[in-house]
């Protein structure tokens, strides 16, 4: 892929808002050829002409299901039937195969630890009722709440004995 055409998708870099960093935004473009994944419609010479990230909003946003032109993606959304020519697309979504990745479930039961940091670097604290980063204004989230928003592969159990070892949220090692 042309570093131009790399750099208009990175230009505000919209895939933060689905947890994925510029990196695995990359490794799905290159996986999909630049092309939608279920009409093989070329795409991403033009600003309007982009592909689009497609999530499972029953999920959550952070549960990317792959890159679709904008038609494609208007035509999969929660509250129509799936079409038939989508079924093999939707069939195998990108996002559990990162689970099953990284050996984590898609509901994993809420750590022992009082802290945890998610994918923009957040530090949320468990309270009595919730979670909360400390903010006057954050409304305090279940455990639930908080996995649906960023996903279980963006939220790492933090330890303030070893914050060294923590890089971009991730835990290292």
Same mark, same amino acid.
């Not at 939707?90 to 979504?93: E, G, Q, R």
């Given at each position: 892929m042309a570093a131009s055409q790399a750099f208009s998708y990175h230009e505000k870099c919209r895939h933060w808002r689905y947890g994925l960093t510029c990196r695995q935004f990359d490794q799905l473009l290159d996986a999909c050829g630049g092309i939608c994944q279920t009409s093989a419609r070329p795409c991403h010479r033009e600003p309007g002409d982009r592909l689009v990230i497609d999530h499972d909003? !029953?999920?959550?946003?952070?549960?990317?299901?792959? #890159? #679709?032109?904008?038609?494609?993606? !208007?035509? #999969?959304?929660y509250d129509r039937a799936t079409p038939e020519w989508a079924a093999g697309y939707?069939?195998? $979504?990108w996002w559990p195969q990162v689970l099953r990745e990284r050996n984590l479930p898609a509901s994993p039961p809420e750590p022992a630890t009082t802290r945890v940091l998610d994918f923009y670097d957040h530090l949320w604290f468990r309270r009595t009722?919730?979670? !909360?980063?400390?903010h006057k204004k954050c409304r305090l989230l279940t455990w639930p709440e908080l996995v649906?928003?960023?996903?279980?592969?963006? #939220?790492t $159990?933090?330890?303030?004995?070893? $914050?060294?070892?923590?890089?971009?949220g991730r835990v290292i090692g």
């Open positions: 909003y !029953s999920v959550g946003d952070w549960a990317v299901r792959g #890159l #679709l032109c904008q038609v494609c993606n !208007s035509w #999969l959304r939707l069939a195998d $979504p009722a919730g979670w !909360s980063t400390g649906r928003r960023f996903g279980p592969h963006n #939220l $159990p933090y330890t303030q004995a070893s $914050p060294a070892a923590i890089i971009r």
